[in-house]
């Protein structure tokens, strides 16, 4: 969910998404040959995988936690999860190339990994190349339609693009996504593609 953004700031994307472990998807070949269990089962404390290590740190604004993602990397643990964050780290760097690296690197691995698609219409974004911007916040919306911050992302391009009936389809999956508050905070946004797009159909009646 995406984090509450003060209006007007009208052109202020929503920033980058930080990947969490992922869960194994079940395969849904495999048979269950046994029943699931219903009594609460001990857990017992395992060890952090480097990845996760990496995530703790990386939470926390520490820089070591890049070199436990390349560990993580190294170890085959959450391979596409690893570039991507490390994406985020190079961005924040001011990193440009290394950050496209990484978020490119992490969809060879993964192509439908939403956050690497969604972090890399974000770099795109602030490199004004807003087409393809708008490509990856298509696709990462696509494979994660829970996405809000990639709705309110996509519909400020949209916007941009002059493309104010989309935008105001893209923002307002947005506020059906998110709280009270935030769909609240998007309303003068909402407000302000409606009113374009009226003014763009008044202009395109007195052109004909």
């Known amino acids: 969910m995406g984090e509450i ?9 929503l920033g980058y998404k930080r990947v969490r472990k992922r869960n194994a998807p079940e395969d849904p070949g495999q048979l269950r040959l046994f029943p699931q269990a219903t ?10 995988s480097p990845f996760e290590q990496a995530l703790m740190l990386d939470e926390r604004g520490d820089e070591k936690a890049a070199d436990l993602y390349f ?24 990193d440009t190339t290394k950050a496209f690296d990484c978020f490119t690197t992490s969809l060879k691995h993964h192509p439908r990994h939403s956050e690497a698609h969604y972090n890399l219409g974000n770099l795109y974004f602030e490199l004004n190349d807003f087409r393809l911007a708008q490509i990856h916040y298509e696709m990462a919306a696509e494979v994660d339609p829970s996405f809000a911050s990639a709705y309110f992302n996509l519909a400020l391009v949209q916007s941009i693009n002059k493309d104010f009936a989309a935008a105001i389809g893209a923002l307002t999956k947005y506020q059906g996504l998110v709280s009270r508050a935030e769909a609240r905070n998007a309303e003068d946004l909402l407000r302000t593609f409606k009113e374009s797009l009226a003014s763009s159909k008044n202009s395109r009646l007195k052109s004909t």
């Open 39 to 48: 009594a609460p089962l001990l857990s017992f404390a395992t060890p952090l």
């Open 71 to 94: 560990k993580a990397i190294e170890n085959q643990d959450c391979v596409a999860d690893a570039y991507c964050n490390l994406g985020i780290i190079e961005s924040q760097k001011g």
């Open 5 to 13: 953004v003060k209006f007007p700031a009208e052109g202020s994307k």
